[in-house]
Protein backbone atom coordinates (compact mmCIF):
# COMPACT_ATOMS: atom_id res chain seq x y z
CA UNK A 1 0.00 0.00 0.00
CA UNK A 2 2.59 2.44 0.65
CA UNK A 3 4.83 1.53 -2.57
CA UNK A 4 1.01 2.14 -4.72
CA UNK A 5 0.45 5.23 -2.40
CA UNK A 6 4.13 6.77 -3.32
CA UNK A 7 4.47 5.83 -6.96
CA UNK A 8 0.89 7.60 -7.38
CA UNK A 9 2.08 10.86 -5.30
CA UNK A 10 5.31 10.92 -7.17
CA UNK A 11 3.82 11.17 -10.19
CA UNK A 12 1.70 14.23 -9.31
CA UNK A 13 4.19 15.99 -6.63
CA UNK A 14 6.63 18.24 -7.41
CA UNK A 15 10.16 17.02 -7.89
CA UNK A 16 11.25 18.95 -4.44
CA UNK A 17 9.45 16.57 -2.28
CA UNK A 18 12.28 15.22 -0.13
CA UNK A 19 11.67 11.43 1.78
CA UNK A 20 13.88 8.24 2.17
CA UNK A 21 13.64 6.86 -1.32
CA UNK A 22 15.06 3.55 0.03
CA UNK A 23 12.08 2.76 2.09
CA UNK A 24 8.77 3.42 1.15
CA UNK A 25 6.84 4.81 3.93
CA UNK A 26 3.26 6.15 3.58
CA UNK A 27 1.88 7.04 6.63
CA UNK A 28 -2.08 6.82 7.97
CA UNK A 29 -2.29 7.38 11.71
CA UNK A 30 -0.14 8.79 14.46
CA UNK A 31 -0.36 8.56 18.65
CA UNK A 32 1.75 10.19 20.69
CA UNK A 33 5.27 8.60 20.16
CA UNK A 34 4.06 5.98 17.54
CA UNK A 35 2.66 6.20 13.67
CA UNK A 36 1.25 3.82 11.49
CA UNK A 37 1.55 3.54 8.19
CA UNK A 38 -1.01 2.65 5.61
CA UNK A 39 -0.10 -0.96 5.86
CA UNK A 40 -0.30 -1.39 9.26
CA UNK A 41 3.15 -1.73 10.48
CA UNK A 42 3.58 0.66 13.90
CA UNK A 43 6.93 2.94 14.21
CA UNK A 44 8.44 4.77 16.94
CA UNK A 45 8.41 8.03 15.77
CA UNK A 46 12.03 9.90 16.82
CA UNK A 47 11.62 12.23 14.18
CA UNK A 48 8.43 14.30 15.23
CA UNK A 49 7.89 15.88 11.57
CA UNK A 50 11.36 17.20 12.56
CA UNK A 51 10.81 18.10 16.00
CA UNK A 52 7.17 19.44 15.47
CA UNK A 53 5.41 17.03 17.91
CA UNK A 54 6.79 17.76 20.86
CA UNK A 55 3.75 16.53 22.59
CA UNK A 56 3.38 13.83 20.54
CA UNK A 57 1.12 13.20 17.59
CA UNK A 58 -2.68 13.67 18.29
CA UNK A 59 -2.22 14.88 21.83
CA UNK A 60 -6.07 14.89 23.09
CA UNK A 61 -5.46 17.48 25.32
CA UNK A 62 -4.49 19.98 22.84
CA UNK A 63 -6.97 18.18 20.73
CA UNK A 64 -9.70 18.98 22.77
CA UNK A 65 -9.08 22.72 22.00
CA UNK A 66 -8.55 22.23 18.60
CA UNK A 67 -11.50 20.77 17.69
CA UNK A 68 -13.90 23.35 20.18
CA UNK A 69 -12.07 26.35 18.70
CA UNK A 70 -12.44 24.86 14.85
CA UNK A 71 -16.31 25.16 15.38
CA UNK A 72 -16.19 28.44 17.20
CA UNK A 73 -13.40 30.62 14.84
CA UNK A 74 -10.45 29.74 12.52
CA UNK A 75 -9.47 33.17 11.05
CA UNK A 76 -8.88 36.64 12.16
CA UNK A 77 -5.98 38.55 10.72
CA UNK A 78 -4.79 40.64 13.54
CA UNK A 79 -8.72 41.08 15.32
CA UNK A 80 -8.27 40.58 19.21
CA UNK A 81 -8.78 37.14 20.50
CA UNK A 82 -8.79 34.87 24.03
CA UNK A 83 -6.99 32.71 22.01
CA UNK A 84 -4.49 35.25 20.64
CA UNK A 85 -4.05 37.13 24.17
CA UNK A 86 -3.58 33.33 26.05
CA UNK A 87 -0.92 32.10 23.48
CA UNK A 88 0.95 35.84 24.14
CA UNK A 89 0.65 35.15 27.61
CA UNK A 90 2.14 31.85 28.13
CA UNK A 91 4.76 32.94 26.05
CA UNK A 92 5.82 35.72 28.14
CA UNK A 93 5.17 33.29 31.28
CA UNK A 94 8.22 30.64 29.64
CA UNK A 95 10.34 33.32 27.69
CA UNK A 96 14.26 33.58 28.46
CA UNK A 97 14.54 35.72 31.89
CA UNK A 98 15.91 38.73 30.58
CA UNK A 99 12.40 39.04 27.90
CA UNK A 100 10.07 38.24 30.50
CA UNK A 101 7.71 40.86 31.28
CA UNK A 102 9.46 43.06 28.98
CA UNK A 103 8.62 41.62 25.46
CA UNK A 104 6.28 42.05 22.20
CA UNK A 105 5.25 38.78 19.74
CA UNK A 106 4.30 39.13 16.26
CA UNK A 107 2.83 36.36 14.90
CA UNK A 108 4.44 36.84 11.30
CA UNK A 109 2.93 33.78 8.99
CA UNK A 110 2.84 29.97 8.99
CA UNK A 111 6.92 29.02 8.68
CA UNK A 112 9.95 29.26 10.60
CA UNK A 113 11.17 31.30 7.44
CA UNK A 114 8.42 33.87 8.30
CA UNK A 115 9.79 34.30 11.93
CA UNK A 116 12.89 34.87 10.31
CA UNK A 117 12.02 37.30 7.77
CA UNK A 118 10.05 39.18 10.13
CA UNK A 119 13.34 39.36 12.99
CA UNK A 120 15.33 40.34 9.76
CA UNK A 121 12.54 43.11 9.20
CA UNK A 122 12.97 44.21 13.01
CA UNK A 123 16.49 44.47 13.19
CA UNK A 124 16.98 46.67 10.19
CA UNK A 125 14.12 49.06 11.05
CA UNK A 126 15.50 49.16 14.34
CA UNK A 127 19.14 50.03 13.30
CA UNK A 128 18.89 51.63 10.41
CA UNK A 129 21.60 48.70 9.09
CA UNK A 130 21.39 46.39 6.31
CA UNK A 131 24.45 44.16 7.71
CA UNK A 132 23.63 40.84 8.90
CA UNK A 133 26.19 38.03 10.70
CA UNK A 134 25.04 34.76 10.82
CA UNK A 135 27.12 31.36 10.94
CA UNK A 136 28.53 28.88 8.67
CA UNK A 137 26.91 25.59 8.84
CA UNK A 138 23.58 27.67 9.66
CA UNK A 139 19.93 26.94 8.04
CA UNK A 140 17.03 29.77 8.73
CA UNK A 141 15.14 28.83 6.58
CA UNK A 142 13.71 28.74 2.64
CA UNK A 143 12.63 32.00 1.39
CA UNK A 144 14.80 34.63 -0.07
CA UNK A 145 15.80 36.67 3.23
CA UNK A 146 16.54 33.28 5.36
CA UNK A 147 18.48 31.55 2.41
CA UNK A 148 20.99 34.55 2.45
CA UNK A 149 21.48 33.80 6.35
CA UNK A 150 21.67 30.12 5.67
CA UNK A 151 25.38 28.78 4.77
CA UNK A 152 24.95 25.80 2.92
CA UNK A 153 25.78 26.82 -0.69
CA UNK A 154 23.75 24.09 -2.07
CA UNK A 155 20.46 25.88 -0.76
CA UNK A 156 21.04 29.36 -2.70
CA UNK A 157 23.71 29.17 -5.38
CA UNK A 158 20.44 28.86 -8.01
CA UNK A 159 18.83 32.06 -6.53
CA UNK A 160 21.20 35.10 -6.59
CA UNK A 161 20.90 37.74 -5.88
CA UNK A 162 19.62 37.68 -2.38
CA UNK A 163 20.69 39.71 0.45
CA UNK A 164 23.68 41.33 -0.25
CA UNK A 165 25.57 42.24 3.00
CA UNK A 166 25.37 38.93 5.01
CA UNK A 167 28.94 37.34 6.68
CA UNK A 168 29.14 34.30 7.91
CA UNK A 169 31.49 33.47 10.74
CA UNK A 170 32.85 30.25 11.97
CA UNK A 171 30.29 28.52 14.19
CA UNK A 172 32.39 26.65 17.64
CA UNK A 173 32.58 23.10 15.92
CA UNK A 174 35.95 21.66 17.49
CA UNK A 175 35.59 18.25 16.22
CA UNK A 176 35.54 19.55 12.66
CA UNK A 177 37.93 22.29 13.43
CA UNK A 178 40.41 20.65 14.98
CA UNK A 179 40.56 22.58 18.16
CA UNK A 180 39.40 22.94 21.38
CA UNK A 181 36.26 23.66 22.71
CA UNK A 182 37.98 27.07 24.29
CA UNK A 183 39.86 27.62 20.65
CA UNK A 184 36.77 27.37 18.40
CA UNK A 185 34.99 29.76 20.97
CA UNK A 186 38.04 32.36 20.86
CA UNK A 187 38.42 32.40 16.79
CA UNK A 188 34.21 32.27 16.52
CA UNK A 189 33.91 35.08 18.89
CA UNK A 190 36.94 37.16 17.27
CA UNK A 191 35.75 37.01 14.06
CA UNK A 192 32.66 38.29 14.84
CA UNK A 193 33.64 41.31 16.59
CA UNK A 194 35.88 41.71 13.90
CA UNK A 195 32.97 41.63 11.15
CA UNK A 196 30.82 44.05 13.65
CA UNK A 197 33.57 46.39 14.80
CA UNK A 198 35.87 46.88 11.38
CA UNK A 199 33.84 48.42 8.54
CA UNK A 200 36.40 47.56 6.18
CA UNK A 201 36.74 44.13 6.78
CA UNK A 202 33.64 43.40 7.66
CA UNK A 203 30.08 45.21 7.95
CA UNK A 204 29.76 49.12 7.01
CA UNK A 205 25.90 48.90 8.85
CA UNK A 206 25.59 45.67 11.11
CA UNK A 207 21.74 45.22 11.90
CA UNK A 208 21.91 41.79 13.46
CA UNK A 209 23.23 38.66 14.72
CA UNK A 210 21.47 36.02 14.12
CA UNK A 211 22.55 32.34 15.27
CA UNK A 212 21.32 29.19 16.50
CA UNK A 213 21.89 28.77 19.75
CA UNK A 214 22.35 24.42 18.99
CA UNK A 215 22.90 24.39 14.85
CA UNK A 216 20.13 21.68 13.91
CA UNK A 217 20.16 20.91 10.31
CA UNK A 218 24.22 22.10 10.50
CA UNK A 219 24.14 18.74 12.26
CA UNK A 220 23.18 19.19 16.42
CA UNK A 221 26.49 21.17 16.50
CA UNK A 222 26.23 22.12 20.37
CA UNK A 223 28.39 24.72 20.56
CA UNK A 224 30.68 25.06 24.11
CA UNK A 225 30.27 27.20 26.74
CA UNK A 226 30.97 30.88 26.46
CA UNK A 227 30.11 31.14 22.92
CA UNK A 228 26.20 32.60 23.56
CA UNK A 229 27.69 34.75 26.48
CA UNK A 230 30.27 36.06 24.31
CA UNK A 231 28.27 36.77 21.62
CA UNK A 232 25.67 38.95 23.82
CA UNK A 233 28.71 40.97 25.53
CA UNK A 234 29.79 41.23 21.44
CA UNK A 235 26.42 42.28 20.73
CA UNK A 236 26.17 45.08 23.64
CA UNK A 237 29.51 46.49 23.34
CA UNK A 238 28.18 47.50 19.40
CA UNK A 239 24.59 47.86 19.98
CA UNK A 240 23.80 45.50 17.37
CA UNK A 241 20.73 43.39 17.94
CA UNK A 242 21.69 39.48 18.90
CA UNK A 243 18.65 37.13 17.47
CA UNK A 244 18.36 33.22 18.64
CA UNK A 245 16.54 31.21 16.70
CA UNK A 246 15.37 28.91 18.37
CA UNK A 247 12.55 27.31 15.60
CA UNK A 248 14.27 24.05 15.82
CA UNK A 249 15.60 23.97 19.45
CA UNK A 250 12.64 25.55 21.27
CA UNK A 251 9.98 24.62 23.54
CA UNK A 252 11.06 22.20 25.21
CA UNK A 253 13.27 20.21 23.06
CA UNK A 254 16.40 20.53 24.84
CA UNK A 255 14.87 20.01 28.40
CA UNK A 256 14.51 23.98 28.81
CA UNK A 257 11.71 25.87 27.31
CA UNK A 258 14.85 27.29 25.12
CA UNK A 259 18.23 26.53 24.43
CA UNK A 260 19.81 29.89 25.47
CA UNK A 261 18.30 29.21 28.82
CA UNK A 262 21.27 26.54 29.10
CA UNK A 263 23.93 29.43 28.68
CA UNK A 264 21.52 31.92 31.03
CA UNK A 265 21.85 34.21 27.62
CA UNK A 266 18.95 36.23 26.50
CA UNK A 267 18.58 37.44 22.98
CA UNK A 268 17.21 40.39 21.81
CA UNK A 269 15.14 38.90 19.19
CA UNK A 270 13.86 35.00 19.05
CA UNK A 271 12.33 32.96 16.54
CA UNK A 272 9.79 29.85 17.11
CA UNK A 273 7.97 28.00 15.14
CA UNK A 274 7.86 24.18 14.60
CA UNK A 275 6.39 22.80 17.95
CA UNK A 276 4.50 26.58 18.37
CA UNK A 277 1.53 25.20 17.25
CA UNK A 278 0.67 22.42 19.10
CA UNK A 279 0.22 19.52 17.59
CA UNK A 280 1.37 20.80 13.77
CA UNK A 281 -0.49 23.36 13.03
CA UNK A 282 1.72 26.24 10.63
CA UNK A 283 2.40 28.83 13.38
CA UNK A 284 5.66 30.74 13.70
CA UNK A 285 6.53 33.75 16.21
CA UNK A 286 9.30 36.04 16.52
CA UNK A 287 9.57 37.52 20.28
CA UNK A 288 11.56 40.58 20.96
CA UNK A 289 12.40 43.45 23.86
CA UNK A 290 9.92 45.83 23.50
CA UNK A 291 12.48 48.47 23.59
CA UNK A 292 12.78 47.38 19.69
CA UNK A 293 8.74 47.82 19.50
CA UNK A 294 8.74 50.50 17.00
CA UNK A 295 7.35 49.69 14.43
CA UNK A 296 4.03 51.72 13.22
CA UNK A 297 0.46 50.08 12.34
CA UNK A 298 0.78 47.67 9.36
CA UNK A 299 4.51 48.16 9.04
CA UNK A 300 5.03 44.53 9.38
CA UNK A 301 2.39 42.66 7.61
CA UNK A 302 0.99 38.96 6.69
CA UNK A 303 -2.65 37.36 6.23
CA UNK A 304 -1.88 34.66 9.13
CA UNK A 305 -0.73 36.25 11.54
CA UNK A 306 -3.54 35.14 13.71
CA UNK A 307 -4.14 31.44 12.93
CA UNK A 308 -6.68 30.60 15.84
CA UNK A 309 -6.30 27.26 15.91
CA UNK A 310 -2.99 27.27 16.06
CA UNK A 311 -2.75 29.51 18.84
CA UNK A 312 -5.10 27.51 20.84
CA UNK A 313 -2.88 24.25 19.97
CA UNK A 314 0.13 26.34 20.91
CA UNK A 315 -1.17 27.14 24.57
CA UNK A 316 -2.42 23.89 25.31
CA UNK A 317 0.88 22.18 24.18
CA UNK A 318 3.03 24.62 26.46
CA UNK A 319 0.32 23.93 29.36
CA UNK A 320 0.69 20.14 28.78
CA UNK A 321 4.63 19.90 28.76
CA UNK A 322 4.65 22.19 31.89
CA UNK A 323 1.24 20.04 33.62
CA UNK A 324 3.81 16.71 32.70
CA UNK A 325 7.43 18.34 34.02
CA UNK A 326 7.81 16.99 30.40
CA UNK A 327 11.21 19.29 30.62
CA UNK A 328 12.99 17.12 33.50
CA UNK A 329 12.05 13.96 31.43
CA UNK A 330 13.43 15.27 28.26
CA UNK A 331 16.70 16.22 30.18
CA UNK A 332 16.85 12.38 31.69
CA UNK A 333 15.70 10.52 28.63
CA UNK A 334 17.96 12.62 26.76
CA UNK A 335 20.60 11.44 28.90
CA UNK A 336 19.67 8.05 28.62
CA UNK A 337 19.71 7.89 24.64
CA UNK A 338 23.13 9.67 24.42
CA UNK A 339 24.57 7.24 26.59
CA UNK A 340 22.73 4.33 24.70
CA UNK A 341 24.68 5.67 21.43
CA UNK A 342 27.91 5.94 23.23
CA UNK A 343 27.61 2.70 24.22
CA UNK A 344 26.42 0.92 20.45
CA UNK A 345 29.62 3.41 19.67
CA UNK A 346 32.14 1.74 21.85
CA UNK A 347 32.83 -1.22 19.35
CA UNK A 348 33.82 1.24 16.47
CA UNK A 349 35.87 4.22 16.13
CA UNK A 350 33.12 5.53 12.88
CA UNK A 351 31.07 7.00 15.73
CA UNK A 352 33.15 10.39 16.07
CA UNK A 353 30.86 12.43 18.58
CA UNK A 354 27.26 12.52 20.57
CA UNK A 355 26.21 15.99 20.74
CA UNK A 356 23.30 18.14 22.18
CA UNK A 357 21.36 18.55 25.07
CA UNK A 358 17.39 16.97 26.11
CA UNK A 359 16.10 15.41 23.42
CA UNK A 360 17.86 17.40 20.58
CA UNK A 361 20.59 14.67 19.59
CA UNK A 362 22.99 14.03 17.22
CA UNK A 363 25.73 11.50 16.70
CA UNK A 364 28.07 12.28 13.78
CA UNK A 365 29.84 9.12 12.01
CA UNK A 366 33.27 9.20 10.04
CA UNK A 367 35.30 6.66 7.78
CA UNK A 368 38.04 4.99 8.02
CA UNK A 369 40.14 8.19 7.28
CA UNK A 370 37.72 10.32 9.74
CA UNK A 371 35.74 12.01 7.20
CA UNK A 372 32.26 12.74 7.44
CA UNK A 373 30.23 10.04 6.32
CA UNK A 374 26.90 10.04 4.95
CA UNK A 375 26.80 6.67 3.79
CA UNK A 376 26.83 4.98 7.11
CA UNK A 377 23.98 7.34 8.20
CA UNK A 378 22.29 6.90 5.27
CA UNK A 379 22.17 3.28 6.02
CA UNK A 380 21.43 3.44 9.49
CA UNK A 381 18.56 5.51 8.82
CA UNK A 382 17.31 2.70 6.42
CA UNK A 383 17.89 0.27 8.78
CA UNK A 384 15.94 1.88 11.44
CA UNK A 385 13.00 2.76 8.77
CA UNK A 386 13.13 -1.64 8.05
CA UNK A 387 12.67 -2.11 11.70
CA UNK A 388 10.43 0.21 12.76
CA UNK A 389 12.40 3.47 14.21
CA UNK A 390 12.44 6.65 12.24
CA UNK A 391 15.29 8.70 12.88
CA UNK A 392 16.57 11.77 10.56
CA UNK A 393 19.83 13.27 9.39
CA UNK A 394 21.59 15.81 9.19
CA UNK A 395 25.30 17.92 8.85
CA UNK A 396 26.07 19.41 5.84
CA UNK A 397 27.65 15.80 4.68
CA UNK A 398 24.41 13.83 5.92
CA UNK A 399 26.79 12.15 8.76
CA UNK A 400 25.03 12.99 11.67
CA UNK A 401 21.79 10.63 12.72
CA UNK A 402 19.50 13.49 14.47
CA UNK A 403 17.36 11.95 16.79
CA UNK A 404 14.11 14.61 18.07
CA UNK A 405 11.46 12.66 19.59
CA UNK A 406 8.56 13.48 20.42
CA UNK A 407 9.04 14.46 24.35
CA UNK A 408 6.24 12.24 25.47
CA UNK A 409 8.27 9.08 24.41
CA UNK A 410 7.91 6.71 27.47
CA UNK A 411 10.88 5.44 28.70
CA UNK A 412 10.32 1.88 27.61
CA UNK A 413 9.57 2.83 24.18
CA UNK A 414 12.91 4.83 24.40
CA UNK A 415 14.36 1.56 25.28
CA UNK A 416 13.18 -0.36 22.34
CA UNK A 417 13.80 2.08 19.67
CA UNK A 418 17.40 2.23 21.13
CA UNK A 419 17.87 -1.20 20.67
CA UNK A 420 16.99 -0.70 17.19
CA UNK A 421 19.48 2.25 16.77
CA UNK A 422 22.29 0.14 18.26
CA UNK A 423 22.20 -2.79 15.81
CA UNK A 424 21.81 -0.51 13.11
CA UNK A 425 25.29 1.64 14.23
CA UNK A 426 26.33 -1.95 14.11
CA UNK A 427 25.15 -3.20 11.12
CA UNK A 428 26.44 -0.12 9.59
CA UNK A 429 29.89 0.61 10.80
CA UNK A 430 30.91 -3.59 11.00
N1 LIG B 1 15.37 27.88 11.44
C1 LIG B 1 15.72 26.67 11.90
C2 LIG B 1 16.72 26.57 13.00
C3 LIG B 1 15.16 25.52 11.35
O1 LIG B 1 15.52 24.31 11.80
C4 LIG B 1 14.20 25.64 10.32
C5 LIG B 1 13.54 24.43 9.69
N2 LIG B 1 14.23 23.26 9.72
C6 LIG B 1 13.86 26.93 9.89
C7 LIG B 1 14.46 28.02 10.47
C8 LIG B 1 12.87 27.15 8.79
O2 LIG B 1 11.58 26.79 9.21
P1 LIG B 1 10.47 26.44 8.11
O3 LIG B 1 10.92 25.22 7.41
O4 LIG B 1 9.22 26.22 8.90
O5 LIG B 1 10.36 27.62 7.22
Not at 34 to 56: C, E, M, P
Not at 336 to 352: F, N
Request: charged fraction near 25%; glycine fraction near 12%.
Amino acid sequence: NSRALLAKQRDVDSSAVAYPEDVPVAFEEGMGATVRDVDGNTYVDLFAGIGVLNVGHANPYVLEAVHEQADELVHTVDFPTEARLELIGKLDEIAPAGLRGENRVVFGGPTGSDAIEASIKLAKYNTGGDGLVAFRGAYHGATSGAMSLTSNRGFKERYTPLLGDVVHAPYPYPLRQGKSPEEAVDRALEEVQAIVEDPYGGLANPAGIFVEPIQGEGGVVTPPEGFLRGLRDVADDNDVPLVFDEIQSGLGRTGEWWACDWAGVTPDVMTSAKALGGVGFPLSATIYHEDLDTWGSGDHAGTYRGHVVGMRAGTRAIEYVQDHDLLAHARDLGSYIRDRLREAGEGTDRLAEVRGRGLFVGAEFVDGDGDPDGDAVDEIQQYCFEHGVLVWTAGRHGSVLRLLPPLVLTEDLAETAMDVVADAIEHATA
